[in-house]
């Protein structure tokens, strides 16, 4: 592992604008204090975003960069660019998770491609790729996209795929209920991101309301997203949130799982793979893929892992219910 290589016994200063107990930041803070001789991290634990920012900015600010060897940038090191003429660029690890371009244009729709705002985020993160001595990323497909859209050379990306937190998803920690034969409980959660495809997952729901054989468990905040009348959904079960425990117990309990993504017109859906099917995967369940090339740099269709079409809801409702008459 070329991280792994660059900081042996080296000491280094870690930052993040995300909270610290953030599934990326934990796993990347386990990677440096196996192997750093010394770990210094900059963030914090507010739920408050902007709290969260100003205080690690000012952490920062007050922080003797010099004194070590490697600086490594974790969650969004678009928020830190303007440090970056004050860092040594040799010494430099950014994890690029997000490019602030392609969500804001691709993924979420919220800038016009061509329009200025867009070209000031291409170039905020084009500066960062190029700036950075090491670039972790968590596909093939994502180092691909990056390496072409932003002119870099492949040689500069790790990848790094996510890990779930088996301290909290473990199955042995969770009582299963005796199953239903010719039943099949189906959960899915998330943020109901855009790139996600909740409207396929709720279309399915909806086709297969007047099938008692299925019951769908949703947890997520949709109520925030669409204006949904749960009488047209009496077959699921919907949760706005959970904490991490409640949400294992869940998983435990059901019989199969949504991990997606199921967009089928967003690039990031095809480049990236859900952070929920590393959890579900920890908690030995099978799961539904969307037929991504991400999904398929680490999944091969079998008896746990069932492929379908993105944005085909008509494909996802096909394929559990042929799960559901093998089971």
Sequence with gaps: MILVDKIKSKKVLFITSKQIEYIRNVQEIDILKQNASEVKIIGSSSKNYFIRLIS?????????????????????????????????????IIDFFISVYDTFIDDRKKVKEGSLISKLMHWVDSYCIRYA????????????????EFNVSPTKFEVIYLKADTSIY?????????????????????????????????????????????????VGPIDKKFNLNKEEYPNATFFSWLSQKDLAAQIANSDICLAGHFSGDIGKADRTIAGKTYIYKAMKK??????????????????????????????????????????
Excluded: C, W
Excluded at 65 to 84: E, H, R, W
Excluded at 133 to 148: E, G, M, P, Q, W
């Design 170 to 218: 473990d199955p042995n920690n969770y009582p299963v209920k005796i199953k239903q034969k010719n039943h099949l409980d189906v959960l899915y959660f998330g943020s109901i991101l855009p790139l996600q495809g909740i409207e396929v997952i709720l279309d399915t729901i909806k086709s297969l309301r007047n099938d008692s054989r299925l019951h769908f468990v949703i």
């Design 133 to 148: 001595n090491l670039i972790i990323v968590d596909t093939k497909a994502d180092r691909d996209y990056f390496s072409k």
């Design 286 to 327: 099978p799961v539904i893929l969307g037929d991504s090339r991400a999904n398929k740099e680490l999944f091969t269709e079998d008896s746990m892992n069932f492929y379908v079409k993105r944005g085909d809801s008509d494909d996802l409702k096909n394929k559990l219910l042929e799960i559901l008459n093998t089971k």
């Design 56 to 92: 690690t900015y000012f952490k920062l600010l007050f922080t003797r960069k010099k004194s070590f060897d490697y600086i490594f940038i974790g969650f969004s090191p678009q928020l830190f660019f303007f440090f970056y003429p004050f860092l040594d660029s040799n010494k430099l």
